[in-house]
């Protein structure tokens, strides 16, 4: 294959290999190198020197048992031999660890070995023979008086000696020299690399240079004439195919562009119109929710007019003539007053339900304990009536509208004494908690509870799941209920892990900042 026609990409692959390659040989040959000056330089330093240090400490416990022997022989006592015996303890030691040192070198080792025959033969022909015939016969003079004998075997043991120091000195000058030139030679693999990469360095630049950073800058200043509206002008590029190829697909949008310029303007104008209409539509719309909200308000009032009217006039019907019509007469007039009075009541829980969110007061801190107290209030004469309990411990202050989060309380505790079981006391608990970010709410009671299936549909408004002969009501109240938490920030449900009665649990944001509130527990009975 042309090399001219490689890709960047294999250019730079095929540098990068050939001067990882050189680099892996010089990074193989440093190690072998550096291995084997450390191994050289330990063998100095832990073996060779410490072996030549012991043969000067060989000489000097060899002199002291010489002095201490001798002066054992002119005085006889026991004491005198005491410097004699540590040395030959110590000479003992010190071969022992010369051996030690030396295992690797036969040679060396070998001298050892002389060194501790030569040794030993000076004590057992010339101290020791001595040392026994002063115990036998008592000081002497003469006797202490070196001969020509001992002198011969008491020199051939320092000669040893100071063989070994030579052999020492040369081996550990030989080895100094191999680390010398094992450490030049790393230096010299070192440089060499330094040179490697400095070179690959330099071509790596030049070779993006010519490939990538020229082509790229013709490319950009065809690009800039295209961009300053010269959409007829053809874009070329040269270099490695990657960039033929990336100026070959520049050209296409620029001719993709120029095709279709057009279309762009007019989608612009037609999303421009659009965007016009649309705001039309949207005061429009504006305007028809205010139109419709002071249509509810004053058609709400126009109805429960007539429906007053009828209510009173059904109501004056009963009194004036109860029990003098039959009796189907007196159920169709209590029928109609009951007719009139839950439309009113239905009117009025709409106009509650519509006003949610819409006529506001602005959100405040808002301390739910008051607010529950006040609620439980409205139930005064059904608590005593029932001896119903409502218990509500240490609740927050949260960011509200006091009316509305009134509102909410209202309704589920007058749902929970409305829907009370027949034959428990009522009681009522709210608590409270925090969740991360908000606050969660329960309303807990022990009434006749909500199936499961149903547990959506009590928030639809309008939906019953009981007949209002048995439980009065517009079927309206949890819908507001879950309107206010709404408009607040918060969600609403019927925990289903409930046994006994119905628990509503809800949500509030928590205050950006939210003050210490004093902790208190209030129990309504």
């Not at 296409?252 to 421009?272: P, Q, W």
């Not at 009541?345 to 106009?351: C, F, K, Q, Y």
Request: charged content about 25%; glycine content about 4%; some cysteine.
């Amino acid at each position: 294959m042309n090399p001219t026609k490689w890709s960047l990409w294999r250019r730079i692959i095929a540098l990068c290999a050939v001067v990882a390659g050189v680099l892996g040989i010089l990074a193989v040959s440093a190690t072998v190198a550096a291995a084997a000056n450390r191994a050289d330089t330990a063998k100095v330093m832990d073996r060779l020197t410490p072996a030549l240090i012991n043969t000067e400490e060989l000489y000097s416990q060899l002199l002291r048992q010489q002095t201490s022997a001798r002066t054992f022989l002119l005085t006889a006592k026991d004491s005198d031999l005491d410097t004699y015996r540590a040395a030959q303890q110590a000479e003992t030691e010190i071969l022992a660890d010369s051996e030690r040192l030396l295992a690797d070198e036969p040679a060396l080792l070998s001298a050892v070995h002389d060194i501790a025959a030569a040794t030993s033969r000076y004590r057992r022909e010339i101290t020791e023979p001595l040392i026994a015939q002063t115990r036998a016969q008592g000081p002497s003079a003469e006797r202490a008086t070196p001969t020509d004998t001992s002198r011969a075997v008491y020199t051939a043991a320092s000669d040893r000696i100071n063989a070994l120091r030579t052999a020492l000195e040369a081996r550990r000058d030989g080895v100094a020299a191999q680390v010398r030139s094992s450490g030049n030679i790393l230096i010299l693999l070192l440089v060499f690399a330094g040179i490697v990469i400095i070179v690959a360095g330099a071509s790596l630049a030049l070779l993006l240079r010519r490939l990538v950073t020229r082509p790229v800058t013709e490319l950009a200043a065809e690009v800039r004439m295209v961009a300053a509206g010269d959409y007829d002008h053809e874009i070329t590029g040269g270099g490695p195919p990657e960039l033929a190829a990336l100026a070959a697909d520049v050209d296409t949008m620029r001719r993709r562009i120029n095709t279709e310029l057009r279309d762009v303007v007019e989608a612009r104008r037609l999303v421009e119109e659009a965007n016009r209409m649309l705001e039309q539509q949207a005061a429009e719309l504006t305007r028809s929710n205010r139109d419709l909200e002071q249509f509810a308000y004053v058609a709400s009032h126009d109805l429960q007019e007539p429906l007053r009217k009828v209510a009173s006039f059904c109501q004056l019907l009963q009194r004036r003539y109860a029990r003098q019509l039959d009796e189907r007469a007196d159920q169709y007039i209590a029928f109609a007053v009951d007719g009139a009075q839950r439309m009113q009541r239905l009117i009025n829980d709409l106009l509650a339900f519509s006003r949610i969110g819409r006529l506001t007061s602005g959100f405040n801190d808002i301390d739910l304990n008051k607010v529950v107290v006040d609620s439980a209030e409205q139930f005064e004469s059904q608590r005593a009536t029932t001896d119903a309990e409502i218990i509500f411990t240490d609740l927050p202050v949260v960011r509200g509208e006091e009316p509305l989060l009134g509102a909410l309380f209202s309704n589920l505790i007058g749902n929970a004494l409305k829907f009370r079981h027949p034959d428990r006391t009522p009681r009522i608990v709210i608590d409270s908690r925090q969740d991360g970010d908000e606050y969660e709410f329960s309303v807990e009671d022990n009434g006749i509870g909500i199936e499961p299936e149903f547990a959506d549909k009590v928030f639809v408004i309008f939906q019953r799941l009981h007949a209002k002969d048995a439980y009065p009501g517009t079927g309206i109240g949890l819908a507001i209920a879950k309107k206010i938490v709404e408009y607040h920030g918060g969600r609403i449900w019927i925990d289903p892990s409930q046994a006994e009665g119905t628990l509503f649990r809800f949500t509030i944001p928590v205050p950006v900042s939210d003050a210490p509130v004093l902790e208190l527990e209030e129990s309504v009975r």
